[in-house]
């Protein structure tokens, strides 16, 4: 049984109104790093729920606690980072290699772990899928903690996102810049995806591009999505000549890294019940950059 490491708290009340780093720098004690790493960790709490989001709005009233510990003891996953967490919602960081959700009997996937969590915090809750990687991408993704916020991010998903990057590192060195690729993507019974230039019955398909740096043998581009289908960025690199590493669905043989070297690595959006602008942000994943390096130096 996971048996979680009591945390101790101290408790603030707010009197005005200001955004919650602001507060918890002018109340506690002890140097602005310090006060962040306890609220990346989930250490801060407001009116009994948990808040990582630097500028989320105080109003006077509030209750505020204060963990005497920096670290998340409640969620801990090899697979899985808990980037924030609210009432309605959870933004997680998957690793590659583990599924969204469950696909045949006792697959490993991110829902399942979420709802290990919120079994073991007593939240009462479970994870509602709102949208998918594939098991190989990794990077950042939202799950709704009632149907009610999952129905809402579901039906109103292109109003509510309104910035959503991908990078990947690419084989070959692409010749332009900037670009956009557009055509219509459909999957046939085989589930492979496959482009057309003219309607196919498929789905009207749009991807924009920026190299951000290459090399004579790769190239790392980013990738913002106008339109998110299956496998979407993964064909229209194919389809350029450039595809994924380690990609052996749609790719050429070039695995430099043993993965598929795809990560959404950001993902801005409102907040489907407070309507807060939410931006989130990882790092670009430094293997990916290494094989340029490597590929510039040798």
């Known amino acids: 049984m996971y048996n979680p490491r009591l945390r101790e708290y101290k408790h603030y009340s707010v009197t005005k ?7 918890l720098l002018a109340t506690l004690p002890g140097s602005k790093n310090k006060i962040k790493d306890t609220l990346r960790g989930r250490g801060i709490k407001v009116n009994g729920k948990v808040v990582t989001q630097y500028d989320y709005h ?18 801990k996953s090899r697979y899985v980072n808990l980037v924030y967490e609210d009432q309605y919602l959870v933004v997680v960081e998957k690793k590659p290699g583990i599924l969204s959700m469950a696909a045949g009997h ?8 979420l709802d290990d ?5 007593r939240q009462g809750c479970r994870a509602h899928v709102v949208h ?25 998903w292109h109003d509510i996102v309104f910035d959503r ?34 309607d196919n019955g498929g789905k009207y398909s749009v991807t924009h591009f920026c190299v951000l740096n290459r090399s004579p043998y790769h190239s790392l581009v980013e990738f913002k999505l106008e339109t998110g289908r299956k496998n979407q960025i993964r064909v229209h690199t194919a389809d350029m000549g450039h595809p994924v590493c380690g990609d052996i669905k749609y790719g050429n043989g070039d695995d430099p890294i043993h993965r598929l070297c795809l990560h959404a690595y950001v993902l801005c959006f409102y907040h489907p019940v407070t309507h807060r602008p939410m931006e989130f942000s990882t790092p670009i994943p430094p293997s990916f950059r290494e094989v340029i390096n490597h590929d510039l130096n040798s």
């Open 17 to 23: 109104e200001m955004p919650l780093l602001e507060y």
């Open 58 to 75: 105080l109003a006077p009233g509030m209750k505020i606690s204060v963990s005497n510990s920096k670290k998340n003891d409640t969620f």
């Open 106 to 113: 006792s697959s490993l996937n991110v829902k399942s772990v």
């Open 117 to 121: 969590y919120f079994q073991r915090t």
């Open 132 to 156: 998918r990687l594939d098991r190989d991408t990794s990077g950042l993704m939202i799950y709704a903690k009632d149907m009610e916020t999952e129905q809402i991010l579901e039906h109103e």
């Open 165 to 198: 990057r991908y990078v990947a590192l690419c084989s070959g060195e692409y010749e332009e810049d900037t670009g956009t690729i557009a055509n219509w993507l459909k999957e046939n019974k085989a589930y492979v995806t496959y482009s057309s230039p003219v």
